[in-house]
Nanobody
Framework: QVQLAESGGGLVQAGGSLRLSCAAS????????MGWFRQAPGKERDFVATISSSGGLTYRADSVKGRFTISRDNAKNTVYLQMNSLKPEDTAVYYC?????????????????WGQGTQVTVSS
């Protein structure tokens, strides 16, 4: 069992930055690939970024390439999403998730555990 808790969301102006954190609990949490997804009101949950269990491999959605960076610190059981050059269309609830898929996955159905989400609002 893995429990996930996101933090770091908030209100920011367009062009600003935020860093989201996802704290994982559970003995084997560092063996899971981790991902970030987001869901805007009235829309489906979309893939944002994913990282392999070791942190050596990452993959991001085209919409965030060059602006968002995913990383992890397995000693702290924490995954991060650094978000720069934020746009109003980045406004959403952001979720972190854990997956046994190797090395990672961009498909929500492959994630077994999910956090409760953190709201990110970007004003224009």
């Amino acid at each position: 069992q893995v429990q996930l808790a996101e933090s770091g969301g908030g209100l920011v102006q367009a062009g600003g930055s935020l860093r989201l954190s996802c704290a994982a609990s559970g003995r084997t949490s560092s063996t899971y690939a981790m991902g970030w997804f987001r869901q805007a009101p009235g829309k489906e949950r979309d893939f944002v970024a994913t990282i392999s269990s070791s942190g050596g491999l990452t993959y991001r959605a085209d919409s965030v390439k060059g602006r968002f960076t995913i990383s992890r610190d397995n000693a702290k059981n924490t995954v991060y999403l650094q978000m720069n050059s934020l746009k109003p269309e980045d406004t959403a609830v952001y979720y972190c998730a854990a997956s046994r898929s190797l090395p990672y996955s961009d498909r929500a159905v492959r994630y077994e555990y999910w956090g409760q989400g953190t709201q990110v609002t970007v004003s224009s």
